[in-house]
């Protein structure tokens, strides 16, 4: 089965910085989808970046960017020039892209507060 | 163009009690999947549905039930509600290829009590 890691409960970056959001996963399959989710207070959860496994350059949304290292396992996400809008719950996801794969493992996310 | 939207926002319900969660997708989408969000927690995968049948399904007891209707509409019903039950409820839409990400609606906050 597999397994979505983020090691980091809490986070928190000064308006206008940088800041990089850790994600480790588990698999043994080849291709694959990962995928940046926001969750502000307001509870909807949204698509901030996707990454498909094959593609070996990094994907790019604004300012959101992603360190994909296949072979790492690792997708982390780095947000730039943060704003207050910013603040929200993180979390990584995985889904398969065999035949049969259609759910999104997630993982326990990050709080990520921003300070003016 | 519409996003996902689900009903009702809250709910109370006492243990033991039956609920009924309902989902409309993104227009254009044919697929439905459903994901309990504990507090503190990701969210976990329920079930999928598709062409009114469930495709996929999560490690969750038979007490989760679900149904697609022509429209592509959903429901999730759970019964014999227990206590951790209590969660966020949230219904996502797809494609039915499964190439594309999913797009979550605002969830139902389910409380047992």
């Known amino acids: 089965a597999q397994t979505v890691t983020q090691s980091q409960p809490e986070m928190s970056v000064q308006e206008a910085e940088t800041v990089t959001l850790s994600c480790t996963y588990d698999?043994?399959?080849?291709?694959?989808?990962l995928f940046w989710y926001k969750q502000p207070p307001s509870r909807q959860m949204i698509l901030v970046i996707r990454?498909?496994?094959?593609?070996?350059q990094n994907a790019t949304e604004n300012r959101f960017s992603v360190n994909f290292q296949k072979a790492a396992k690792s997708f982390s996400l780095k947000i730039s020039d943060s704003q207050l809008g910013d603040a929200a719950m993180y979390f990584c996801?995985?889904?398969?892209?065999?035949?049969?794969?259609?759910?999104?493992?997630f993982g326990k996310g990050t709080k990520l507060s921003v300070i003016p | 163009d519409a996003g996902v939207t689900q009903s009702p926002t809250h709910l109370i319900k006492t243990r033991g009690q039956q609920v009924t969660l309902r989902c409309s997708p993104k227009?254009?989408?044919?697929?439905v999947s459903w994901y309990q969000q504990a507090l503190g927690q990701g969210p976990q995968f329920i079930f999928q549905?598709?062409?009114?049948?469930?495709?996929q399904r999560g490690n969750f007891p038979d007490r989760f039930s679900g149904h697609q209707f022509p429209n592509y509409s959903s429901e999730l019903n759970v019964n014999a509600l227990l206590l951790g039950d209590s969660a966020l409820y949230l219904c996502?839409?797809?494609?039915?290829?499964?190439?594309?990400?999913?797009?979550f609606g605002p969830g139902t906050r389910l409380t047992v009590t």
């Open positions: 549905y598709y062409e009114e049948e469930e495709r």
């Open positions: 990454q498909e496994a094959y593609k070996q």
């Open positions: 698999t043994s399959e080849s291709d694959y989808y």
């Open positions: 996801a995985y889904k398969g892209a065999g035949a049969g794969s259609y759910q999104l493992t």
């Open positions: 227009s254009g989408h044919d697929t």
């Open positions: 996502a839409s797809s494609l039915a290829d499964g190439t594309y990400e999913q797009y």
